[in-house]
């Protein structure tokens, strides 16, 4: 699956997890952890365990936040 390329510093790779940070849905980190309903190849933060972009919520938030190495979501 070809990966897109932006330049936006919020979609930039993590180095390592944000935790107790903010992160943006695009970003990823080593740390990633895909939830069970993650699509396969998209290891972003929008779809890592860890993160919580409040999904459960009536509305999802644009920023989440890292809680590495807690399990957030399944």
Do not use: I
């Amino acid at each position: 699956m070809a990966e897109l390329k932006s330049k936006r510093r919020e979609d930039a790779p993590l180095t390592v997890p944000n935790t107790g940070g903010n992160v943006w849905p695009r970003q990823r980190c080593p740390a990633f952890e895909p939830r069970e309903s993650a699509v396969a190849g998209l290891d972003q933060c929008w779809y890592c365990r860890c993160a919580d972009f409040h999904l459960d919520q009536p509305r999802a938030l644009d920023v989440g936040v890292c809680y590495w190495p807690k399990k957030v979501m399944k």
